[in-house]
């Protein structure tokens, strides 16, 4: 299996399309995910606080002594600084680093629906969940064979919606295997790849020609155009990262406009996704009350 340092030197040549000789500055960055991955502890700070300390001192001491014949020389050298990494290639860390890991997601869109869930990408196991007034549409995903049912809401049905309807608790079993869940994809592309495996999110921007930069407060920003036949789209977008250089959050914001009805419509689209807890444990029971689904 490829080790992280593997995957991240991979992933930062796939970001140089057309430049086969370019040199990332692998180093830099595999030297980060290395820190993130090994949190020094504050008594090894401290300790090494300590020792540059006295080593300062006795440097001073020894520059100021008399009848040597050397000019004084300074108390310490500084060290240098490392080369700055572009916004790609912190893109390309966090994006390795949140790879091949389990974790919970909560996908909300402004007006619309809220799916929570959790996914492990090695057991092919998780859920997702998105409430509505008359029930609980669910996905199920173990071991890569896919439920997809509903549950019973909190609380009383709406007047219109208590008659004979859904059988609460019956599940549909797909043919085939699958490697991530897919109930919360509404074609909105960057989200719709991201919310299932993070690091599904380097090619959807990288597929959509999408520029990426850095906000002054070291956040991501990402912004791209899409063109159809009867209008457009522009989206752009915001990455936050944890404090283990993994993705947490995912703003993003669209507007589009379309002729297909003969006039010009326009509107707005608004959506989150976070990403946490990252390594914790996902199990999900099978259902009891399953139909076959033939496709």
């Not at 609380?155 to 991530?180: I, M, S």
């Not at 993994?246 to 959506?271: C, E, H, M, P």
Request: with cysteine; hydrophobic share 35%.
């Amino acid at each position: 299996m490829d080790t992280l340092d593997e995957r991240l030197a991979h992933r930062m040549h796939d970001m140089v399309d057309g430049e086969p000789d370019s040199v990332p500055p692998v180093g830099v960055l595999l030297d980060r995910g290395r820190r993130a991955r090994r949190r020094r502890t504050t008594t090894m700070v401290g300790a090494t606080c300590a020792l540059l300390a006295l080593g300062i001192g006795t440097a001073a001491t020894v520059a100021t002594l008399p009848g040597t014949g050397r000019p004084a020389g300074t108390a310490a050298q500084e060290a240098p600084r490392p080369a700055p990494v572009s916004p790609q290639m912190k893109l390309v860390a966090a994006v390795t680093a949140s790879e091949n890991i389990s974790y919970r997601m909560r996908l909300s869109y402004v007006g619309g629906l809220t799916y929570e869930g959790a996914f492990d990408p090695k057991t092919r196991t998780g859920y997702v969940r998105a409430p509505q007034d008359d029930s609980v549409m669910t996905e199920l995903l173990i071991n890569g064979t896919r439920y997809v049912g509903g549950e019973r809401p909190q609380g009383e049905l709406p007047a219109d919606k208590t008659g004979p309807g859904e059988t609460y608790g019956r599940y549909g079993q797909y043919p085939g295997t699958y490697d991530r869940l897919s109930l919360y994809d509404d074609g909105s592309g960057v989200l719709g790849a991201a919310a299932p495996d993070p690091a599904a999110l380097l090619r959807a921007l990288k597929g959509a020609n999408a520029t990426i930069s850095e906000n002054p407060d070291g956040t991501l920003h990402f912004q791209y155009g899409t063109q159809y036949r009867d209008g457009s789209t522009s989206t752009s977008g915001d990455i936050t990262l944890d404090a283990d250089g993994r993705i947490a959050t995912v703003v993003l914001s669209s507007t589009w406009q379309s002729t297909a009805k003969g006039r010009l419509d326009t509107g707005t689209a608004n959506a989150t996704l976070e990403i946490f807890d990252y390594g914790v444990e996902v199990t999900v029971k099978r259902p009891t009350d399953v139909v076959m689904v033939r496709e």
